[in-house]
């Protein structure tokens, strides 16, 4: 179903020329020129930011629109260069209230996610903000009383946040660990910071934390993650052939 702020995005291409007909998006300039929500996203997305009708919360609020109407990744792109360029940074209300009520809804929130994981985690100069914007200061509360929209949001964050560092991210975890919801993210979580390139564990802790999950005993790679973990691995990259040989 189409959201107010997604028809005011419609409105905000249809005044640039862009429209959505039944063949598919077009630009009164070529007509006769299909475009994708891609082709949209890399030719305007960035205007949203110089648009001198919009003020900056407005600015950050109409890129989230053109996400929602463009499900396409690259208007997050955007988003974090207008937020670390020579105008930036961009007002942190409405950027992080972005993300997680991005997180929190039912539909597909996969370009979102991306963009966490590759861009906002895996800088070492944004991790730890973006980290605690979009989960770590209220996981108390997502714990306390939990409701789907929240837990929603702290499973997707919990599974993309393997390249956050381990000090960022460890008393969040401990915390996610006492909601039972909670603890099939955690062991993506587990698993992500052992395998993804720029991830993050300290293994004997990890290995607590681990232990103290309730999970289906044939849950996959339980086993391995446990045995590289015992075994003081940090990383796949680290040592690629204990990953394989923990599951002999």
């Given at each position: 179903m189409e959201t107010q702020a997604m028809r005011e995005a419609r409105r905000w291409l249809g005044d640039r020329g862009v429209a959505e007909t039944a063949d598919g998006w077009t630009d009164t300039a070529k007509p006769d020129?299909?475009?994708?929500?891609?082709?949209?996203?890399?030719?305007?997305?960035?205007?949203?930011?110089?648009?001198?009708?919009?003020?900056?919360?407005?600015?950050?609020?109409?890129a989230f629109a053109l996400l929602d109407l463009l499900d396409d990744y690259w208007v997050t792109c955007e988003i974090r260069f207008a937020d670390g360029g020579p105008d930036g940074p961009l007002p942190a209300g409405p950027l992080w209230d972005g993300y997680r009520r991005r997180l929190e809804a039912e539909r597909d929130a996969e370009p979102v996610e991306y963009s966490l994981w590759v861009d906002w985690f895996e800088d070492r100069t944004t991790?730890?903000?973006?980290?605690?914007?979009?989960?770590?200061?209220?996981?108390?509360?997502?714990?306390?009383?939990?409701?789907?929209?929240?837990?929603?949001?702290?499973?997707?964050?919990?599974?993309?946040?393997?390249?956050?560092?381990?000090?960022?991210?460890?008393?969040?975890?401990?915390?996610a660990a006492r909601l039972p919801a909670l603890h099939e993210p955690l062991f993506k979580a587990l698993r992500a910071g052992y395998h993804d390139i720029y991830g993050d564990l300290d293994p004997p802790a990890a290995l607590t934390l681990l232990t103290h999950l309730t999970l289906p005993p044939d849950t996959e790679h339980l086993t391995q993650l446990r045995t590289v973990l015992s075994a003081g691995h940090r990383n796949h990259r680290h040592n690629p052939d204990a990953w394989a040989a923990a599951a002999h």
């Open positions: 020129r299909p475009l994708t929500a891609n082709d949209i996203a890399h030719a305007w997305a960035d205007e949203v930011f110089t648009d001198e009708d919009l003020d900056e919360s407005a600015a950050v609020r109409m991790t730890a903000t973006a980290f605690a914007e979009v989960l770590g200061n209220d996981i108390t509360t997502i714990v306390t009383t939990p409701t789907p929209p929240t837990l929603r949001r702290a499973s997707r964050v919990l599974e993309c946040s393997g390249p956050v560092p381990w000090d960022v991210k460890h008393a969040t975890y401990t915390t």
